[in-house]
């Protein structure tokens, strides 16, 4: 609902002064701040000389509106003048006018937070303006409205002193009163933009002064991230330059241990057998973890290559059966191979996958007290990759520990631990190499239960273009492409 407050007749030159002073004084009674105050008696001063220059009068009215929200004072100036020509031009700031018009619009525009303005020959103009009250006022009541009218009914007999004085002298001193708030409200507007000013130097020097500080803070992240390349690049050279070194002893150590299992240089009590084949199966081990570190190193320094040729699952599962089959020593588990025969032929590295599924089922074989391991492959429903999988019945793994096992030297304790040694490195170049492969690797694992790794690689790899790639699969020569 909207309310009344008061309507002034713009008829004469303090008429224009009186609207300027009553929508001070309105202002105040609903608690804005002085600037605010000075706002809106300014908007008010500026379309209601407008008026009376132009149109030669009209009126001003305020009111409140009390519904919607936020509450706003509401201001309506009027005139039966003949209209505003150019009123686009002049609320998009192109127009230009001797007398100021445009300039005082736009201004009202800016002071207040809403101003409509309809301008015809025919019905004059209509400027309707509106400020919302304080956010940290509360909601004003009828009795607020009222009070604020008494204010102005009793400024009003104030200002008419008995004596001997004049309406036209009355005038004058009313246009000289104005014209001094005017000033003091020029003072304070002042002083309150020049502490704005101070507090904005302020902080464009704090702003700087961290600015500073940031470009130090990137200067630095910039150095240590060298030194973490470097250091990174140091690692990957070391870890390959060590592995080729210890790749050589190791080999003589495996062919040392060969020759006296064979009995090529005399017999062999049965704790010397024992022992020998105990240092065989050690160089075994480290040969493999020193493989395993080579390959990673060759990862990270970004040396490795993908060789990719077309195959079958169903070949793949024959060259990894008889692969796979020495490490099967415990005879309560199972190592099956399940049928792939419907799978389309794949273009990937082979040599890679086979590396990736001999680590799965390797670390399978190892937490598998019993039961059965099961190796496959299916097609997912995009049609476009291929999941291979290794599935046990083993220990399992819980599930906030299942990404620790992809990570370098990631080790989750069991109670098998300490009968399987390892390094912590198959699975994380599992996924090394799945990622070169333009796939991804994962475990889904339930304690007690036990876990199936996967890695899901593209049929036709992308990142390779060649000849190779564009042979139709099933010849001769794909047929038996890629063996490890």
């Known amino acids: 609902m909207t309310t009344p407050i008061l309507r002034i007749r713009l008829e004469a030159e303090e008429d224009v002064v009186a609207a300027r002073r009553k929508a001070r004084a309105i202002a105040a009674g609903f608690g804005f701040s002085t600037l605010d105050q000075t706002r809106i008696a300014s908007a008010v001063s500026e379309i209601a ?16 509106d009390g519904v919607s929200r ?56 209509v400027v309707a303006m509106a400020r919302f009250l304080p956010f940290d006022r509360p909601e004003m009541a009828a009795t607020g409205i009222d009070a604020i009218m008494r204010d102005l009914v009793q400024q009003n007999a104030m200002g008419r002193r008995p004596g001997t004085a004049t309406s036209a002298e009355d005038a004058a001193r009313r246009s000289l009163d ?22 904005l130097t302020r902080l464009t020097q ?29 690692k990957s050279r070391f870890l390959s330059n060590m592995s080729h070194e210890l790749r050589t002893p190791l080999s003589s150590i495996r062919a040392l241990s060969n020759l006296l299992v064979n009995r090529l240089d005399g017999d062999l009590s049965a704790e010397q057998e024992r022992q ?14 020193v493989n395993d570190l080579l390959d990673l190193a060759k990862i990270e320094a970004g040396r490795t290559e993908v060789t990719p040729v077309w195959f079958k699952a169903t070949e793949l599962f024959a060259a990894l059966r008889p ?10 588990v199972k190592l099956d191979f399940e049928d792939a025969y419907g799978l389309p032929p794949i273009f990937t590295d082979e040599a890679k996958l086979t590396q990736i599924l001999r680590n799965f089922v390797s670390n399978a074989l190892k937490f598998t007290e019993r039961g059965e391991i099961r190796v496959g492959a299916r097609l997912e429903p995009d049609g476009e990759h291929v999941t291979f999988f290794v599935a046990d019945t083993g220990i399992g793994i819980a599930e906030e520990h299942q990404q620790v096992v992809f990570e370098e030297f990631g080790q989750v304790q069991n109670h ?13 170049l599992c996924r090394k190499l799945a990622a070169l492969l333009g796939g991804y690797v994962g475990v889904d694992s339930k304690p007690g239960v036990g876990s199936t790794f996967f890695a899901t690689l593209p049929l036709k790899i992308e990142a390779v273009i060649g000849s190779a790639a564009d042979d139709a699969p099933g010849g001769p020569a794909i047929a038996h492409g890629g063996a490890s």
Do not use: W
Request: hydrophobic share 35%; proline share 3%; aromatic share 4%.
């Open 49 to 64: 000389r407008n008026a009376f220059d132009y149109a030669h009068g009209g009126e001003v009215t305020f009111a409140f």
């Open 70 to 125: 936020p509450q706003a004072l509401l201001i309506d100036v009027r005139d039966q003048g003949p209209g505003i020509r150019e009123l686009e031009s002049v609320l998009d700031g192109t127009y230009r006018s001797s007398t100021g018009m445009g300039r005082g619009i736009v201004g009202t525009r800016r002071l207040m937070d809403r101003c409509d303005i309809e301008s015809s020959a025919a019905r004059g103009t």
């Open 178 to 199: 104005e014209v001094l708030e005017q000033n003091r409200e020029l003072l304070a507007t002042l002083t309150e933009l020049r502490d704005r000013q101070d507090e």
């Open 206 to 234: 704090e702003l700087e002064a961290t600015n500073r500080g940031v470009v130090a803070l990137y200067a630095e992240l910039d150095e240590r991230a060298d030194e973490l390349r470097r250091a990174d690049t140091m």
């Open 276 to 289: 020998v084949l105990l240092i065989r199966k050690s160089a075994e081990d480290l040969t493999e973890i």
């Open 323 to 332: 692969m796979l089959t020495p490490l099967q020593t415990d005879p309560s």
């Open 416 to 428: 098998l631990q300490q009968r399987v040694k390892g390094t912590g490195l198959g699975l994380p």
